[in-house]
């Protein structure tokens, strides 16, 4: 018995001995890692807070904006807190973003004594500047507590900006250019500016980080611009004036000329784990080298690194299957925020509020969205706009639109949803959408029309109908109208939208109570959402509520909301399970 006692001991011993080193060893992960739109990564990792690591992306017009996401085991994701969550921190962002691609981007994320700093720059392409919002928190799990933003000086109207605090205590701001100002994070008075490094000699010199390692100071840069030439690439010096030398075997980090699937590599970051190892994110674009079919746009990649005492780092190529030493799962995250690979589930009970990663494009009047309304418990109430997803030619960005969305986070997914819609007035509509921007969206939408047959003048149609002015050249599916079958007028409809393959949505409907007999009306590609007047931003899905321009004012009430990530491509060919 003695003996059987000590060989049990001995072999507890030997199994918590394996667990104590397991976090060392390499293990396996699926990039992307943010799957989605979420494009230029920015992390950092807080011992202090319990051992977490937390990442931010960019958000460009859509509202709330500035994510930050947080993980303990850098596999599983899940969304702390938005930092610009209320309209007044930047209300900019409703009336000056003109165009698609303008709006917050290219962040950078850093954490000093106690507090939680979110860099950033606002672009509005219409002029007036660009200027640098500083987020603070000192709890990246409380919307609420990220405070009204500090505007920084922006010596050379750079772009992409990185805080970092050197030994002595003060706080320097890059810029893309590699241009450096000492600045204060009280006041937001930026002085001193001058060049480090611009690059090894491509264009775009952007996305700068700045760090400190065996007394040395780094300046990392992305070039070649965010398309499929883009860079990482690295210099060094011995203070943070310089002078600064370009490491001589740039780029790091690229997947330029190459046959991968996971193309556009770059706009990167690094940061170390509770062990000490190096890792680095950076965005990507699942397409291969033809670079033509990509609704999710920018993606973040995780990538593990080597950097050894006064050498120059050493980054792993992007794939969809990698190896590092991970750290051991854990998805201890406080919070009710999303998980980001989890589906949505959303039956809008009484009391609750909307998913905190839905978002609507720019801020919106909250008042057009209502969770389980008194009348119509366990819905969402969408009150029309005037303007339907595009807009009109005198649509302006302050102006409603009535839509609701989450990112596409998977090749293939499923989304579908109940729809409670009694039209009375002409063009009065209610849908679901695959949408990019207001040129570029798929829509398959309840609408109200006159009928073909005279015998009343106004009846619900389902009309697929894509919007494609903003990707021009390329081939569009005609509008399909088709009367709501008489059957289904005044019941519960459920509208579909699924990614059948890496290139084709399909839109559907059924009858609420007969799901699975579902009338296919349209198909589209997703050329469409790929590019375009899109090129930085990502598909979103979503439901909408419109009167196309006309005098419809009545609500539509959606329920059952179900979003099922199905499948990931992460190679030429290959569909792992989402
Ligand atoms: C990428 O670089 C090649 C030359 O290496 C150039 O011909 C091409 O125009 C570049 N593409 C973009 C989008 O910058
Ligand atoms: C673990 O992965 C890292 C990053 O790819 C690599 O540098 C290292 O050699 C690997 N270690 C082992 C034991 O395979
Ligand atoms: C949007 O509404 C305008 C009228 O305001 C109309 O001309 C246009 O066809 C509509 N587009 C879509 C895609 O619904």
């Known amino acids: ?30 990039n992307p890692i943010l799957p989605g739109w979420n494009s230029d990564p920015s992390c950092v990792f807080v011992k202090e807070r319990d051992n977490t690591f937390f990442c931010t992306t960019s958000t460009f017009l859509v509202f709330p904006g500035i994510p930050v996401f ?3 085991d850098l596999v599983n994701w899940k969304l702390a807190s938005n930092a610009l969550n209320r309209p007044e921190q930047f209300p900019e962002l409703s009336t000056k973003s003109i165009g698609q691609n303008n709006g917050i981007f290219a962040s950078t994320i850093r954490y000093r004594d106690g507090l939680y700093y979110i860099i950033t720059s606002a672009i509005n392409y219409a002029g007036n500047g660009v200027p640098i919002l500083l987020f603070i928190t000192d709890d990246p799990y409380d919307d609420a507590s990220w405070r009204q933003p500090v505007l920084v000086q922006n010596p050379t109207f750079g772009i992409d900006p990185d805080i970092f605090w050197d030994k002595d205590g003060k706080v320097y701001m890059a810029v893309a250019g590699g241009d450096v100002s000492e600045i204060d994070v009280t006041t937001g008075a930026a002085w001193g500016t001058y060049k480090v490094w611009n690059g090894a000699g491509d264009r775009n010199p952007e996305g700068p980080h700045i760090y400190l390692k065996d007394n040395k100071h780094y300046l990392m840069l992305s070039e070649g611009g965010t398309e499929p030439n883009h860079t990482v690439t690295i210099a060094r010096g011995d203070t943070v004036k310089g002078p600064f030398v370009g490491f001589g075997r740039n780029p790091l980090l690229t997947a330029k000329d190459t046959s991968n699937y996971f193309q556009t590599v770059g706009h990167a970051d690094f940061f170390q784990d509770a062990n000490d190892n190096w890792w680095g994110m950076a965005l990507a674009t699942r397409s291969g080298p033809e670079w033509e079919i990509y609704p999710m746009g920018r993606e973040t990649v995780l990538f593990a690194m080597t950097w050894h005492e006064g050498d120059w780092p050493v980054l792993d190529p992007i794939h969809g299957k990698q190896r590092g030493p991970l750290p051991p799962v854990n998805r201890k995250i406080p919070g009710n925020g999303h998980w980001v690979n989890d589906p949505d589930v959303e039956n809008f009970r009484p009391g609750s509020s909307l998913p905190r990663h839905w978002v609507t494009w720019r801020p919106q009047d909250p008042k057009l969205f209502a969770v389980s309304p008194e009348s ?57 959408t695959l949408f990019l921007t207001q040129f570029q969206h798929i829509d398959l939408g309840l609408v109200h029309l006159p009928s073909r047959n005279g015998f009343s003048p106004l009846i619900p149609h389902l009309r697929f109908r894509v919007e494609a002015s903003g990707k021009p050249g390329i081939t ?19 509208l579909s939208l699924s990614a059948v393959s890496d290139e084709k949505y399909v839109l559907g409907a059924a009858l609420a109570s007969r799901p699975k007999d579902v009338l296919k009306v349209g198909s589209a590609s997703a050329m469409i959402v790929s590019g375009g007047t899109g090129p930085y931003t990502g598909a979103l899905v979503g439901v909408y509520a419109t009167s196309n321009g006309g005098k419809g004012k009545t609500a539509a009430y959606f329920s059952r909301w179900r979003y099922n990530q199905v499948g990931q491509k992460i190679d030429h060919g290959v569909i792992a399970p989402a």
């Open 1 to 30: 018995m003695l003996s059987r006692s000590i060989l049990l001991a001995f072999i507890v011993a030997i199994a918590s001995f394996g667990q104590g080193t397991s976090a060392q060893r390499n293990q396996t992960f699926t």
């Open 70 to 72: 947080a993980s303990k």
């Open 376 to 432: 119509h418990p366990n819905t969402l109430r969408i009150t029309p706009s005037f303007h339907n997803l595009t807009g009109a030619a005198d649509f302006f960005p302050g102006e409603d639109i009535s839509f609701l969305a989450r990112k596409q986070s998977a090749t293939l997914f499923d989304f579908n949803v109940d729809l409670d819609f009694a039209p009375k007035t002409q063009d009065e509509e209610a849908g679901v």
């Open 476 to 494: 569009v599916p005609e509008t399909v109208l088709v009367p709501l079958p008489a059957a289904w007028c005044g019941k519960t409809i459920q």
